[in-house]
């Protein structure tokens, strides 16, 4: 699909930006509201649905410009109808990447329905494992330690996580040269595997304005104010300190609930237990949630423990 | 065609330095080393950095040799090295040790009084309590000669941390000491006891005395070398202590190398790089940019097991060390090694 590169001229009138995203759309949206200043700019996550993104849009009068992560599919569907008001768009890539948290995971049900845990929407891909081989609690904190981590691959998660990143930039209209820095391997920049932190968000929102407005985009970039939207009870997945050691970092392994209160390793798994004793009967198989990678790793880790 | 066309991963900075985790740096690919198996008698001696190594040793389960011929507590001086003879930062030191062990009757030695409590000049901080009289003391050191003899008879690897090039010498009776005098105990005389700092020809011609001589008695045994990445605590040349600590790193840097090179069964082991190369920008030092994080420590530890340990064909159950959570075992060992040097990093100058 090709769309005229009509830039954004801060001397003329000019029309709204509208980003559409997943969780990264706020603080994008956020970023570019800071820079822009006077440029209205709507956002609102795809994850919420085709009708989510039709009421913001009607907010919208006349023509504007599309700042998206939309996979081609649904972006297709958006475009056949919105089109002729779509007057440039610039495909951003979504951040992911495991490397810092191999351990989290989301747990679906039979349903596909995402099941809570103690601290939200993340889950303990160990506790899960645990749970569903019956282990008990106190089998399952043992397992925390880097012998297990590196049965399963969360020392080796830096490559293949680098790897699916270039791809992402690959399909999007920004250039991996403005993750450079990020990945020298010596930080953590990442709140949880999709929960990029301020630096990598401000970096993305440069280069978006950079793509918007070339002319005196220079202004703007680099002073949008660097606030941790993706950062808070619910939104973040503990650096545990043996995988945070190979960054150059400590870490840590507390766990931060939505209520904001703060969980050990102890209380994360005997809750976690708790609600999967409720989920039970709607859990899938334990195939279904994980590779059969992991799966070896784990049966190697119990093995050795015998 | 070039001559770079054919060379491995290892010789280019872009492909195992750039981009990946400082943790997963791994200066050793591409470096020559053996496979210590779980028979082997692995002895350690140097600077206080070694302990590192006896601690992963142990936790290996591996041969960690202690040549002494009684046995007692860490806080009695046990364990720590191979012998109790405590940190050994210069070469000189260690060629001393081995000159002791040859003929102990031939050199005198100071003995060191303080609050009553009496310490061997040799290894003032070896037994950190000391000793109740100078018979106790003076008891003690002879059986140290025994010690050096089953260390050098028996030990199959040694793994050797050059630490220092300067240190401290009587010019009345030529011993050399791993402290100043006056620093832990003792008197210290200014015409006596003169500082020495060491060049680079007189550590290589120690470090190639001192290993013909091991190799005298013990001809199979294979040596690891290593350069300790702990800076200078205070030097004593009168120059800047960061100009004085890149000078002497980078005699006993050269000195490892060449060693290596050119010395049978003998292998350089990075550490230094580990620690403190531009692969991990200041990353492993703590905020006084002397300590080092455990989290480099462990680095170092997992490079060393990961090209020194045979942990296949040995049988080492290696998941005894991680399930003490691995690094932060070395957590543990970080904050409990024996530095001498430590005491004058903390002393104020006149």
């Known amino acids: 699909m090709k769309y005229p590169k009509i ?31 006077d440029i209205q700019v709507r956002q609102a996550s795809y994850l919420m649905g085709m009708q989510k993104l039709e009421t913001e849009i009607e907010k919208i009068s006349g023509d504007f410009y599309l700042v998206s992560s939309m996979q081609e599919s649904f972006l297709e569907i958006f475009l056949n109808k919105y089109s002729d008001r779509v007057r440039h768009i610039v495909r951003i890539p979504e951040i992911y990447f495991p490397a810092f948290h191999p351990d ?6 039979r349903q596909d329905l995402v099941l809570k845990s103690p601290i939200g929407d993340y889950h303990s891909k160990i506790i899960l494992f645990s749970f569903l081989q019956k282990l008990t609690e106190e089998e399952c904190i043992r397992l925390f330690n880097s012998k297990t981590f590196e049965n399963v691959g969360y020392f080796q998660a830096w490559e293949s996580s680098v790897k699916e990143l270039v791809r992402r930039f690959g399909s999007s209209d920004l250039d991996i040269e403005i993750m450079e820095k990020f990945l020298s391997g010596n930080q953590v920049f990442m709140n949880s595997f999709n929960h990029p932190n301020a630096g990598i968000i401000n970096a993305l929102t440069d280069a978006i304005l950079s793509k918007l407005h070339p002319e005196g985009a220079h202004d703007r970039i680099g002073q949008v104010p660097r606030h941790d939207y993706l950062y808070g009870p619910g939104l973040v997945y503990p650096v545990f300190p043996e995988i945070a050691d190979l960054f150059g970092e400590d870490g ?24 999967y004793t409720n989920y039970r009967q709607n859990l899938r198989d334990i195939t279904m949630y994980f590779t059969p990678e992991f799966l070896d790793g784990m049966r190697k880790t119990l093995n050795a423990s015998i | 065609m070039h001559p770079y066309k054919k060379l491995d991963t290892h010789a ?17 690919m591409g470096m020559p080393s053996f496979k210590i198996s779980k028979n082997d008698k692995v002895a350690t001696m140097g600077s206080c950095f070694a302990q590192h190594v006896s601690a992963l040793i142990k936790d290996l389960d591996l041969n960690f040799f202690v040549a002494d011929s009684k046995s007692g507590t860490k806080q009695e001086g046990f364990g720590v090295f191979s012998g109790r003879y405590g940190n050994v930062y210069t070469v000189r030191q260690a060629l001393a040790l081995l000159k002791f062990m040859e003929s102990p009757g031939e050199q005198h030695y100071e003995n060191w009084e303080k609050n ?17 009289s100078i018979a106790d003391l003076e008891d003690d050191r002879d059986q140290l000669t025994q010690t050096l003899r089953n260390l050098l008879t028996e030990m199959d690897v040694l793994v050797y941390t050059l630490g220092l090039t300067e240190g401290w010498v009587s010019n009345k009776t030529g011993q050399i000491f791993p402290i100043a005098p006056g620093v832990v105990a003792g008197e210290y005389r200014a015409e006596e006891h003169i500082g ?49 600590n890149q000078y002497s790193k980078s005699v006993l840097r050269v000195v490892a190398q060449e060693i290596a090179l050119e010395y049978r069964e003998t292998y350089y082991f990075p550490s230094y790089e580990i620690i403190t190369s531009l692969a991990q920008p200041g ?26 340990i045979d942990a296949t064909s040995s049988g080492i159950d290696d998941s005894k060390q991680s399930n003490n959570s691995t690094n932060r075992g070395f957590r543990d060992v970080n904050g409990k090694i024996q530095c001498d040097e430590e005491i004058i990093y903390n002393m104020e100058s006149d």
């Open chain 2, 196 to 244: 020495f700092n060491d060049g680079y020809q007189e550590v290589k011609g120690q470090f190639i005395e001192f290993l013909d001589l091991v190799r005298e008695i013990n001809p199979n045994c294979k040596f690891i070398v290593t350069v300790s990445p702990v800076p200078l605590a205070a030097t004593h040349s009168n120059q800047n202590v960061l100009v004085a």
């Open chain 2, 283 to 308: 990353k492993y030092f703590q905020p006084n940019l002397r300590d080092i994080y455990p989290r480099g420590v462990g680095h170092a530890m997992r490079i060393f097991k990961k090209h020194f």
């Open chain 1, 7 to 37: 830039f954004i001229n801060a001397s003329k009138r000019h029309e709204p930006v509208f980003v559409v995203s997943n969780c990264q759309t706020l603080p994008i949206a956020k970023g570019m509201e800071k820079a822009f200043g």
């Open chain 1, 104 to 109: 989290q995971t989301y747990v679906q049900d």
């Open chain 2, 116 to 132: 009553g409590v009496y310490f061997d000049s040799m290894r003032p901080n070896a037994i950190p309590g000391g000793f109740k």
């Open chain 2, 12 to 28: 280019f900075w872009k492909k195992v330095i750039l981009g990946r985790p400082v943790g997963l740096v791994d200066p050793m």
């Open chain 1, 252 to 275: 840590q392994i507390i766990f931060w609930k939505e209520n904001g209160h703060l969980l050990n390793l102890d209380n994360f798994v005997l809750e976690s237990y708790r609600m």
